[in-house]
Structures are given as C-alpha cells and as structure tokens.
C-alpha cells in the first residue's frame, strides 16, 4: 500500500503486494472502530452512521411514501 502504520500510530504492520482481502479487511475494520480525535472521539464508523442518519431522516418525508398494490 505505500503507507507505514508506525507513522500513524496505529500499530498495524506494513502492507506490501502480498497482503490478502482478509488481512486488508481486518486492517479497515480496526482503523474504522478506533477512536479519533479529530472526530470528536468517536470512530469513523460512528461519524459515518451519525451523518447517515441526518442524511436518512432528511430524505424520508411522510408525504412521499406510497403504498404499492398488486
């Protein structure tokens, strides 16, 4: 990937081309869960789900909804 874990303090070991979906993942999953100061302390995910929901709630008007019949 290009990028060195230790200059980020996060602790993952550097990636290199051999690196496997499963190890990729666990990676995204443990940055995404940990908390960031920029956020506030909240991870990413609960920034990502936190802004979804204003976006979700924005968009579902009562008035809109239709009934589908056969």
Known sequence: MGWSA???GT????L???SCGA???AIVD??????MKALGRE??????YRELGKVM????HP???VALTN
């Open 57 to 60: 709630s924005r968009t579902s």
């Open 16 to 18: 290199c081309r051999g």
């Open 43 to 48: 991870t990413p995910n609960e920034a990502w």
């Open 30 to 35: 443990e940055i995404n869960d940990t908390p």
């Open 11 to 14: 602790g993952i070991p550097w």
């Open 6 to 8: 230790r200059s980020r």
């Open 63 to 65: 008035r809109t909804s």
């Open 23 to 25: 190890d990729l993942q």
